[in-house]
């Protein structure tokens, strides 16, 4: 067997008390053994001074009480919560945590070793980091993985059907888009990342912003190197209501199911299937001008005459003509066209079309709205297996 890597763990925290027992129980049971923790708990210098936010300064320097009387779990503390420790103003959130903890591990690790990036409510099995390294360790090309993940259900039923409503539109999503074979084909969480150091560096490393730093980033690591979207361990963050960011998992529970629609409608199968055709001429491109599906909106969108032409030019030959295209036409390109493909009052149509076709049963009379949650969980659970089987088939090497 290779040897296996070390893999430093970076974990972001904020007002994360609660789940901490938990999330250290999982790390203390981990089978592989290389590893080392990092924490940043983190918040705005300036909520020492909001009585509002007082709850979460008490909260973070409890966490890190917690965190330094652990004997057994190799970790560093980043504090970036007590008092002078704080974000500065207009430069704080889970992004800038993010960066922070892989900056504090570049200084210390080589590029072969590994990053996995976690969340303080995020829980998985004893074999997790295990699989992880081995994965890297039989694929040296590798750059990154997009772990498959699992929200567990809260009991809360407005909650629950929020939670379910919006996973079911990221595996919808994804399934679709692994369908089409396209190289943006992943789920960017930031609680299931994993990446080499040396990939995070030749990408440029997260950009912090206040919400989707985790799809810039494995943008950026599927542009400059391979991402792979299997592992035999799923995690399983909490799919828990929140407004700290614009968009994610967090604002998406908080949204009810009808609010859900505009911002997460489940795009035509026949607009994926315009993205494929795009991608196939990519080569045909290379020689003369061919109508894409895709053609119109982007020149609109880049504001310009002729999306390939400049791409002729600059790059000489089939194949770097063909990556300098997959780069232009990337997954917010691709995001931004389905987009402007949807049709509005479409979704639960299209979503039902897509059902038929993958052989997923809907229960009479179905509806987000009103269908029982058990019958939600069971149509969410058809969709992982669907989805687990083609992350696997798309696997570069399965280990």
């Known amino acids: 067997m290779p040897f296996l890597p070390h893999i430093s763990v970076a974990i972001p925290l ?92 570049l200084q210390t690790v080589p590029e072969d070793k590994i990053i996995v ?36 259900l ?38 299931a990342m994993a990446f080499t150091a040396g990939a995070y560096r030749r990408c440029g490393g997260i950009t912090p912003l206040q919400g989707g730093e985790d799809f810039y980033l494995l943008q950026k690591l599927c542009k400059t190197g391979s991402v792979s979207v299997f592992n035999r361990e799923t995690v399983f963050p909490q799919g828990r209501e929140s407004k700290r960011v614009p968009f994610g998992t967090g604002p998406a529970v908080a949204k009810s199911v009808s609010e859900q629609d505009a911002s997460y409608p489940f795009y035509a199968t026949a607009s994926f299937e315009k993205v494929r055709q795009t991608y196939d001429l990519f080569p045909a491109l290379y020689e003369k001008y061919i109508p894409t599906p895709m053609t119109e909106f982007l020149c609109s969108q880049l504001k310009t005459d002729d999306v390939w032409q400049p791409l002729r030019k600059n790059f000489k030959t089939v194949q770097l003509f063909v990556k300098a295209c997959t780069e232009r036409v990337d997954g917010l390109r691709i995001l931004q066209f389905l987009k402007s493909e949807h049709r509005q009052g479409s979704s639960n149509g299209n979503f039902a079309e897509f059902c038929t076709a993958n052989d997923i049963p809907l229960p009479e009379g179905f509806s987000f709205e009103s269908t029982d949650i058990r019958q939600l969980d069971e149509i969410r659970n058809a969709l992982f297996k669907k ?13």
């Open 154 to 191: 809260s009991g809360n039923a407005t909650t629950d059907r929020s939670l379910l409503r919006y996973e079911i539109y990221m595996r919808h999503y994804l399934i679709n888009m692994l369908q089409i074979g396209n190289p943006y084909a992943f789920t960017a969480l930031g609680s």
């Open 14 to 105: 904020m007002d994360e008390l609660e789940n901490l027992p938990a999330l250290v129980e999982c790390l203390n049971q981990q089978t592989y053994r290389n590893f080392r923790v990092y924490m940043c708990v983190n918040q705005p210098e300036s909520w020492w001074e909001d009585e509002a936010k007082q709850q979460i300064c008490t909260n973070n320097a409890a966490t890190i009480a917690f965190l330094q009387t652990l004997e057994n779990l190799p970790i560093t503390i980043i504090d970036r919560s007590s008092r002078g420790h704080g974000w500065p103003a207009k430069r704080h959130g889970v992004g800038y945590a993010r960066k922070e903890l892989f900056d504090t591990i």
């Open 387 to 399: 989805e687990m089987e083609l992350r696997k088939r798309k696997a570069l090497v399965c280990v």
């Open 117 to 152: 990036s976690l969340d303080g409510d995020t829980v998985f099995g004893k074999d997790y980091l295990m699989y992880i390294a081995v994965q890297f360790a039989h694929n040296p090309h590798l750059s990154a993985i997009a772990v498959p993940y699992y929200h567990p």
